[in-house]
């Protein structure tokens, strides 16, 4: 069910204003295999991990949601948004600031657009303060694992060799269930 390309992330915008931050994923494609049409799109997910700070040694590092990912060297997250059946933004500590579900048959406005290969949506500025000059953004993508139902979902293992609903590639139990990563 996963279109070639949809675990390629090919641009990431973050756009802020006194009140919001309007956050855009495009991928190669995105898969839409119509199991929740509410979402718009399914089988991909991405952590967009939020160094706020911008200082060496601060933050978490450990990415969380069966990533088995941390951050690279000197970075460290303060919050971090993860998007996949839905968006749920956490502290470093793993406190859940908000979170965002479809609701099931809601086809108005889905956050992900399988037909130009997106995700968007907006987060208010106050859940991921303080931003500012010396903020990193790292994004992770891999595939979703919603296991067999809806919701916010986890990152999909990656295996030695691909199977019908695992990823393959893997060469050790230390990687993680990543394929794609992006650093500003």
């Given amino acids: 069910h996963l279109q070639p ?11 802020a204003d ?13 898969s839409d295999p119509g199991w929740h049409p509410e979402y718009g799109a399914q089988l991909t997910f991405a ?3 939020i160094d706020a700070d911008g200082r060496a040694g601060t933050g ?37 600031l908000a979170e965002y579900r479809p609701v099931e048959g809601d086809v108005r406005r889905p956050i992900w657009n399988a037909a130009d290969g997106s995700v968007s949506f907006s987060i208010p500025r106050a859940l991921l303060e303080p931003l500012g000059p010396t903020t ?13 139902g809806a919701g916010l979902g986890d990152f999909r293992p990656v295996e030695r060799t691909a199977g019908e609903w695992h990823g393959g590639g ?15």
Avoid: C
Wanted: net charge positive.
């Fill in 5 to 15: 390309g949809s675990l390629d992330l090919i641009r990431f915008r973050a756009v």
């Fill in 18 to 30: 006194r009140e919001v931050v309007r956050l855009t994923l495009t991928f190669k494609a995105l």
């Fill in 47 to 49: 952590a967009i991990a």
């Fill in 60 to 96: 978490q590092r450990r990415i969380g949601r069966n990533s088995n990912a941390t951050m690279p060297n000197g970075l460290g997250y303060e919050r971090i948004v993860y998007v996949g059946g839905g968006i749920r933004i956490e502290n470093a500590g793993g406190d859940v």
């Fill in 136 to 148: 990193r953004w790292t994004v992770f993508v891999g595939a979703q694992d919603d296991h067999g």
């Fill in 170 to 184: 893997r060469r050790s139990e230390s990687e993680p269930n990543v394929y794609d990563q992006l650093i500003i």
